[in-house]
């Protein structure tokens, strides 16, 4: 039990370094950096290496948009080995459907109950 | 006979006189190293508004009002408004003109803004066209965010280098009579883009023009640096700064030793946590109306010369990939100098 927190934290936290670094360090928009996370989600995901990074990491892999990415490739592939070829389109939104559910009602719940201030 | 000296520079004759100023601050610059000079400082940001853009059309509204009140005159002396700010089509300064009844010119030179309307505010009082103009601008660092980085509600990380927008906003009131500091020089500048495409190294990119500027102004005026107790850039930043003082000196001026930049004045980058100084169409603004012209009425600074300087390009044309092309005003300013 304790060291699936700990491996987590490590894991989760790395990913969270190397978005930092890019912050820091590259020219590149915040939103390049998330899209390129899901990205790199996807494709390590259709190539099982995600699998690799998830099964040390736990939710420290599985939260971070990287994880999201990874759900995106599975069921796809899931969907396509299911129903044919129309599950390239149908089966990463179904599988993410919690997810994106979940980012679009909290993100709204949010914009209801605060207000922007400005940054320090 | 025209009143141009050499290229770019317009003498004022009639010598028209800044008979009042008045700078607002947002409470982050009111804690810099400038804020004794300032007039109000605002403890609320959003200035008791619903958002960030009202509150910076309402400062730049109470800016021009309270100069008004301070020249002791009424809002139907002043023949003009002249102002301009950050925002599309210019909302802050147009909905602050909506509650006035002055007739009104919106200017957009970006951060260049305040030079640039008090540049043709003087021009039209040595025209003899009006007998009391307000050139006048603003920024708000929030409404700035907004329309040229990310929303706050986006929630995004400020890189190291991104500048820090002035809230803030100043307002002159230029008149024809009386003692006060006034206007002799104007150099307006020209437009020069060195291809720089990073919108956070916009030092980089507006220091040629500043440097264009200063270096006409000086050949035009037979003027040197020597001849200004103080020269004041825009908002180049350290950057931008450096480079301004090493082409400068390139060309035979060396302005090293009574430079400065209203950017790295206005915030103490160190303790504030404004990693590469103030920017925007306020911080000028401010920086003039508050430290340097306070400092001319008290006999400190005699002749000064103040370059805005303006990154000139949008949103969009950052996104396809323009670079971003600079501007710069100089407006040359004396007091007790002996001259009026």
Redesign the interface.
């Given at each position: 039990m304790m060291n699936d927190y700990v491996s987590a934290f490590i894991v989760g936290g790395l990913i969270c370094v190397i978005a930092q670094i890019l912050i820091d360090k590259t020219k590149f928009t915040p939103a390049r950096i998330l899209v390129s996370f899901v990205t790199l989600g996807v494709i390590l995901g259709a190539l099982n290496i995600y699998d690799v990074v998830i099964r040390f990491g736990k939710a420290g892999a599985t939260i971070p948009l990287p994880g999201f990415g990874y759900t995106l490739a599975k069921s796809t592939i899931k969907e396509v080995n299911e129903k044919g070829l129309i599950g390239a389109f149908t089966g990463g939104i179904k599988g993410a459907a919690g997810g994106i559910t979940a980012a679009i009602f909290f993100g709204y719940v949010a914009a209801l109950l605060f207000d922007p201030k400005t940054k320090k | 006979m025209t009143k141009k000296v050499g290229k770019q520079t317009l003498k004022m004759e009639n010598k028209p006189r800044i008979i009042s100023t008045f700078s607002i601050v947002?409470p982050?610059e009111g804690k810099g190293p400038l804020k004794d000079y300032f007039d109000v400082i605002k403890n609320d940001?959003l200035a008791g508004k619903d958002s960030?853009e009202k509150a910076e059309s309402n400062i730049l509204y109470t800016a021009v009002t309270e100069s008004i009140k301070k020249a002791n005159l009424k809002e139907d002396d002043i023949d003009f408004l002249f102002a301009g700010d950050l925002l599309n089509q210019l909302t802050s300064s147009s909905f602050a003109a909506r509650d006035m009844n002055i007739p009104f010119l919106g200017l957009y030179g970006a951060c260049s803004t305040m030079t640039e309307s008090l540049s043709i505010a003087s021009m039209v009082m040595d025209g003899d066209f009006a007998n009391y103009i307000i050139a006048a601008t603003s920024s708000h660092?929030?409404s700035a965010?907004r329309q040229f980085r990310?929303?706050?509600?986006f929630?995004?990380?400020?890189?190291?280098t991104a500048r820090w927008t002035v809230?803030g906003s100043g307002a002159m009131v230029l008149g024809r009579e009386g003692n006060f500091p006034y206007v002799t020089y104007v150099t307006i500048g020209k437009v020069k883009d060195y291809g720089i495409i990073?919108a956070?190294n916009m030092g980089a990119a507006m220091a040629p023009a500043a440097v264009s500027t200063l270096y006409n102004h000086f050949k035009d005026t037979g003027r040197s640096p020597k001849d200004y107790d103080v020269i004041a850039t825009g908002d180049l930043g350290k950057v931008g700064k450096e480079i301004t003082a090493k082409l400068l000196k390139d060309y035979g001026y060396d302005i090293s030793h009574n430079y400065i930049d209203c950017g790295e004045e206005i915030f103490d980058n160190e303790t504030q946590?404004t990693d590469s100084g103030g920017s925007g169409c306020g911080c000028s603004a401010v920086v003039l109306c508050g430290y340097l012209y306070k400092n001319m009425l008290s006999g400190k600074f005699k002749r000064i010369l103040v370059v805005s300087t303006g990154a000139l390009m949008s949103t969009t044309s950052s996104l396809q990939g323009e670079s971003i092309p600079g501007i710069a005003h100089a407006v040359a300013i004396e007091y007790g100098t002996g001259g009026s």
């Open positions: - | 947002g982050k940001d960030y660092f929030s965010e990310f929303p706050l509600e929630g995004s990380q400020r890189p190291p809230t990073d956070n946590g």
